[in-house]
């Protein structure tokens, strides 16, 4: 069973651009959530989401940021216009429907010039 | 919100022997209790958990203790390892409702050989 994918591991974007992020959920999970680690610090909430639905976007900033989780296909965390306060790590996690056990991907380094 | 508070920042133990981390959490509605691993520039990785319903929980060289009604978990580490030496993460969040991870700011934990 293949563990949480993300692609890709590394992404260097100018000022400006758009950054798209990818994360394929574990087998048989359903649940998805994004967070963001800032250099030396923890990890903070952005988004979490179930097949085609928000659930909670409490902790996403409300411009620049969106999140979707499609039907088909992985989820996709898309920054537009980046600056480069945005360069950090961005990590997934999937969960089964049940309990709330959340394991992470290997995570996507974003880097803003 | 919930808000995570984790103790210490930096702990320095001789192999061998134990490590204690403290967190304490502000949401009494919270019931489900993860500890994560990460090692420079990994992913996150689930070490153990515990549910409200669990006072303790033991798996090998790790154990995790519960005080509901402080609102405070701890994680021990017996017999430390060299490879042990990781920054560790403790959360807190719901099982159901909101399911996003709080998490504490992290414990740097270097074991001397």
Request: aromatic share 10%.
């Amino acid at each position: 069973n293949a563990g949480v994918m993300q692609n890709p591991r590394h992404l260097v974007r100018r000022r400006g651009q758009e950054a798209r992020l990818r994360c394929s959920p574990m087998k048989g999970h359903s649940h998805v959530y994004w967070y963001r680690q800032l250099p030396e610090e923890g990890l903070k909430f952005m988004v979490y989401l179930q097949k085609e639905n928000i659930i909670d976007e409490s902790g996403m900033p409300k411009e620049r940021f969106s999140a979707e989780f499609p039907k088909e296909g992985p989820s996709i965390l898309r920054i537009q216009q980046v600056v480069r306060g945005d360069s950090a790590a961005y990590f997934c996690a999937s969960s089964p429907s049940s309990y709330n056990e959340q394991f992470f991907g290997p995570g996507t380094r974003l880097t803003v010039l | 919100g919930e808000n995570v508070e984790q103790h210490p920042s930096t702990l320095s133990v001789q192999e061998g022997d134990s490590a204690v981390i403290k967190c304490t959490y502000s949401d009494s509605a919270s019931n489900y209790f993860p500890w994560y691993k990460q090692e420079l520039g990994k992913r996150p990785q689930l070490i153990i958990d515990i549910r409200s319903n669990v006072g303790e929980k033991k798996d090998q060289r790790i154990a995790v203790t519960l005080n509901k009604t402080a609102k405070h978990f701890s994680l021990h580490i017996t017999e430390t390892q060299p490879e042990d030496s990781a920054v560790y993460f403790c959360a807190a969040s719901y099982d159901t409702g909101r399911r996003a991870l709080t998490f504490g700011s992290g414990t740097r934990l270097q074991v001397q050989p």
